[in-house]
């Protein structure tokens, strides 16, 4: 059964860094024929898109928040992606949850709080 399980999570302080993993089990294939993104949600507001990587390689960030202080990777040999978190922000609290889109399905892990504060 496919699965995605998220880590790193914690308390960081606001300039401090953390790096979430994902590690997905039994997709046919591995996380080689996925695309993969990460996604946040604060209290009371919509889940939005943080970053998505993309099958072919490509690494988009959203939204522009995030952008030169995020950096979204994976390593197809062990099946884990990563969510590099720079200089964070205490706006950056939220829930993170990690997806992987497979032809028509998709997939959620079960999420990870980061909170940002001093």
């Known amino acids: 059964q496919e699965q995605l399980v998220e880590s790193g999570g914690g308390l960081a302080q606001p300039g401090g860094s953390l790096r979430l993993s994902c590690t997905a089990s039994?997709?046919?294939?591995?996380?080689?024929?996925?695309?993969m993104s990460w996604y946040r949600q604060a209290p009371g507001l919509k889940r939005e898109l943080v970053a998505t990587?993309?099958?072919?390689?490509?690494?988009?960030n959203y939204p522009r928040s995030v952008q030169g202080r995020f950096t979204i990777s994976r390593d197809n040999a062990n099946n884990t992606l990563y969510l590099q978190m720079n200089n964070l922000k205490p706006g950056d609290t939220a829930v993170y949850f990690c997806?992987?889109?497979?032809?028509?399905?998709?997939?959620w892990g079960q999420g990870i709080q980061v909170t940002v504060s001093a």
């Open positions: 997806n992987a889109i497979k032809e028509a399905s998709s997939y």
């Open positions: 039994g997709f046919t294939g591995g996380i080689s024929v996925l695309t």
């Open positions: 990587h993309t099958k072919f390689g490509h690494a988009v």
